[in-house]
């Protein structure tokens, strides 16, 4: 224990310290691309290694061949270098006798493009070491801008080089800049006591269990600080891939013990209730979403908080699914708050529960930041009395001085609008502290594991019975005739579109098409349609009054952003058309085509490329077309675009602390970690123990709590 609590004081030591006096400043550059303590340069792996030869006298400087010497400067030829915006740059060629055994050879140092500064170290210098590669030039012998080790080196240091044999020389990449002799530099001043106490992290039967070698002794081999065969350098890098799965599957394991211990009192909900609520609805609830309730009524009957998530695809029914809740939550004296991204859609799904729970007598309420003065004030009171039982809103609710008397759940529609902080927030208005969440992007199994953990995940996969289904098409210049006739043919027969454009002023990128561009456009080919544009920047009393519009079929065809992404739900609109989907992500476009085909009629989505776009966009945007498995489509993005793109940015950024585990390349290691993992804390009680200490703070652990 106290060999790894020291270490740990080590592994915070900023990196500075490893300089004494006067750190480089290539320090910040690292510290921006995230390398700030000793622990992150150990994850710097050299990509090869050079071999270096023994020091030896200039006889030994063979053509083609690595050479490593010391010579006494007596000659320097310098020449300004007058090459394009060379500025005060020059070149110079550094004539050295060879100091190895006073033999007189020579040899020539031809330096290209050196700074002042590096010139007058050379120019004052006495005697050099250098190393490089040998070259011939004029039949003299000659070096091409040798590495300098040092410049008058001390006798000392002469003599270690002169004794040591040949050696191997790391390269590492370039980092931000910072350039791999850099790298190598600071590497190599980490101090040998430090790689002594490097603690191991996974215990050794696992490790066996495995076929994977130690922490400290994989490390090790890839830095070449011992010797390694070929097949033990890999596993020494699958060793450190499942080390890092391995570690944030503890966090992850540590974040649930946490929650679970935190006693709460259960909400008991009879069966009885439950048979009720599936009977609220003008329709039969698929068996997804009565497994779901069940799960969740299951989940508040627990002595601890839930933290669920739920997905389904875009029309799988998961408000339904929270409206079911709702009533149960107020049939046993609980509130329930539900948070949505945008204030159109609080609206809509304000429509949607009170439809169904006013009637029964459950008060539903919308907060917004619309709710103002005297009404908002009448609100808050009747919301602290207890007398409204559903609050709908945006992020409004989370505001203080919404106050809840009883509130049983928070339900967060598309957590990855949200922060997590606005998450917790409104969680921590309820004593129970019950959290739904509900997405329509699906989390692949490897991204779920990785993130979530196993944590309570429902998934909706059958989707209600009467949809007619989505057509996919890619329109290309030749079919965009075409495309138009359609539009023009399914307006006439009384549906409405969607035309969905990435960007939203002409301050974005130049060649971005832009809404009122593209709004303009459609004018043109539609000039007796009503047609109007609708983008986040607008005020939001007018975005609603676009959406009322548009829902009382005032507008035909609507151009926006991806503002309608998130749930708006217009059960008469059945085409939509994306420009430039390209810039779109693919579960981005699965998400917007999900706005069409809600109804009981079939849905077209069209995604109208131009001719600048690549072979590789179409390939991607074919997978549209011929799936609507959103599972699929997902996978696919994380293949193409890694996980910041399905999960929020907040989220991934913290979920996101591997260095070389991918989990999509590396799944399997996951899986095993995820294996090992919770085995071990099943079965010790120690262990667990001793990682709840460690990583309460860790921000995986603490983005859920
Ligand atoms: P999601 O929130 O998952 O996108 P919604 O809950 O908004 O989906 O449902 C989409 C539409 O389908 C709504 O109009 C809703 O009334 C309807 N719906 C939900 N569940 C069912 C069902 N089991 N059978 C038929 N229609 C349903
Ligand atoms: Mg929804």
Avoid at 230 to 244: C, G
Wanted: net charge positive; with cysteine.
């Amino acid at each position: 224990m106290n060999q790894s609590t020291s270490s740990k004081k080590e592994a915070s030591t900023e990196l500075s310290k490893l300089f004494g006096r006067k750190p480089p400043r290539f320090l910040s550059q690292l510290a921006n691309a995230g390398i700030k303590k000793i622990e992150d340069l150990l994850w710097i792996f050299p990509y090869r290694f050079e071999v270096v030869p023994r020091l030896n006298s200039f006889a030994y400087a063979s053509p083609g061949a690595k050479f490593i010497g010391i010579g006494k400067i007596y000659h320097v030829d310098k020449k300004p270098n007058r090459g394009f915006k060379k500025g005060n740059l020059s070149n110079a060629t550094i004539r050295v006798l060879d100091q190895f055994n006073q033999d007189q050879n020579t040899l020539d140092l031809q330096f290209f493009n050196l700074y002042p500064s590096q010139l007058t170290r050379l120019a004052e210098a006495n005697v050099i070491l250098f190393y490089g590669e040998v070259g011939l030039f004029n039949g003299r012998k000659q070096i091409v801008n040798p590495e300098i080790i040092s410049t008058d080196p001390t006798e000392e240091e002469i003599h270690i080089l002169k004794k040591r044999s040949e050696s191997l020389k790391p390269i590492y990449p370039t980092l931000n800049k910072v350039k791999p002799e850099q790298i190598r530099q600071v590497i190599s001043l980490i101090p040998e006591q430090y790689w002594d106490q490097i603690p191991e992290l996974v215990p050794a039967n696992l490790l066996e269990k495995r076929n994977l070698l130690g922490y400290k002794k994989s490390l090790q081999i890839l830095h070449a600080m011992v010797d390694a065969t070929p097949e033990e350098k890999i596993r020494a890098r699958d060793t450190l891939i499942y080390f890092e799965f391995f570690i944030e599957q503890i966090k992850l394991l540590v974040r649930r013990s946490i929650i679970r211990n935190k006693k709460i009192k259960p909400i008991k909900i009879s069966q009885e209730q439950i048979e009720k609520c599936f009977k609220l609805f003008p329709f039969e609830l698929t068996d997804d979403q009565k497994k779901v309730i069940q799960e969740i009524s299951i989940d508040l009957d627990k002595a601890y908080s839930m933290m669920r998530l739920v997905q389904g695809d875009v029309g799988s029914g998961k408000t339904a699914v929270a409206i079911a809740i709702a009533f149960l939550l107020a049939r046993n004296g609980y509130q329930f708050a539900y948070m949505c991204p945008t204030e159109s859609l609080a609206q809509q799904h304000m429509e949607s529960f009170f439809q169904i729970l006013e009637p029964l007598g459950i008060k539903c309420h919308l907060i917004t930041g619309q709710l103002k003065g005297k009404k908002r004030n009448e609100f808050l009171e009747r919301l602290k009395s207890g007398e409204i039982s559903v609050a709908i809103g945006t992020h409004a609710l989370i505001v203080d001085d919404v106050k809840f008397k009883n509130l049983g759940m928070t339900v967060i529609d598309e957590q990855h609008k949200f922060g997590v902080e606005q998450r917790l927030k409104l969680t921590a208005k309820s004593k129970t502290e019950h959290c739904l969440i509900m997405t329509a992007t699906p989390i692949p199994r490897s991204l779920s594991l990785s993130f979530y953990g196993d944590l309570d995940l429902s998934i909706i996969k059958s989707m209600p019975a009467q949809r007619k289904g989505i057509k996919s098409r890619i329109v290309t210049g030749e079919t965009f005739q075409q495309f138009l006739s359609f539009l023009k043919t399914r307006i006439e027969m009384g549906e409405q579109a969607f035309i969905v454009v990435p960007a939203i002023e002409e301050s974005e990128a130049m060649d971005m098409t832009n809404l009122n561009h593209s709004l303009e456009r459609f004018a043109q080919y539609f000039p007796d349609l009503q047609l109007a544009g609708l983008h986040g920047k607008m005020k939001s009393d007018e975005k609603s009054e676009i959406v009322k519009r548009f829902s009382n079929k005032e507008i035909q065809i609507l151009i926006a952003t991806s503002v309608v992404e998130v749930g708006i739900n217009i059960p008469n609109a059945s085409v939509m058309a994306v420009l430039n989907p390209e810039r779109f992500g693919l579960s981005s476009l699965h998400q917007l085509r999900g706005r069409v085909g809600r109804g009981d009629r079939p849905g077209f989505f069209f995604m109208v490329v131009d001719k600048k776009i690549s072979q590789d966009s179409l390939e991607r945007l074919k997978i549209i077309e011929e799936t609507t498995d959103g599972f699929k489509i997902a996978e696919s993005d994380l293949e193409i675009r890694g996980e910041g793109d399905l999960l929020g940015r907040e989220q991934s950024g913290v979920g996101n602390q591997r260095r070389i585990a991918n989990i999509v390349e590396h799944s399997s290691f996951l899986e095993m970690a995820r294996e090992d993992a919770t085995q071990l804390f099943e079965t010790n009680q120690q262990f667990v123990q001793q990682s709840v200490q460690q990583y309460s703070n860790d921000p995986i652990v603490r983005l859920t709590i």
